[in-house]
């Protein structure tokens, strides 16, 4: 099992920046890669971004160049540097672990955090 709690959402005017966090605990080791997702309301979850165990990066098309995805050592922690924030980056973020086994991909999810950008 993989444990995920995400902090650092809130409120932002139009251009600002936010960084959010995900600390990650229990099978750590068996973790593949990690995802930011975000689901608007009236939307569906939509990948963000993506870090592998070996810090390679994917992003969305609507954040490139905006957000960068990082991790410390271990993936023990994820975060998200969201910069030149806009109204349509508002959401609730979510962190997402991947494990892969002889059964699959498993998911595991944290419980979000609200990004509102505003002004």
């Known amino acids: 099992q993989v444990q995920l709690v995400e902090s650092g959402g809130g409120l932002v005017q139009p251009g600002g920046s936010l960084r959010l966090s995900c600390a990650a605990s229990?099978?750590?080791?068996?973790?593949?890669?990690m995802g930011w997702y975000r689901q608007a309301p009236g939307k569906q979850r939509e990948l963000v971004a993506t870090?592998?165990?070996?810090?390679?990066?994917g992003y969305a098309d609507s954040v490139k160049g905006r957000f960068t995805f990082s991790r410390d050592n271990g993936m023990t922690a994820v975060y998200l540097q969201m910069n030149s924030l806009k109204p349509e980056d508002t959401a609730v973020y979510y962190c997402?672990?991947?494990?892969?086994?002889?059964?699959?991909?498993?998911?595991?999810w944290g419980k979000g955090t609200l990004v509102t950008v505003s002004s």
């Open positions: 997402n672990a991947a494990r892969i086994s002889s059964a699959g991909r498993i998911d595991y």
């Open positions: 229990g099978s750590i080791w068996s973790i593949a890669a």
């Open positions: 870090i592998t165990t070996l810090g390679s990066t």
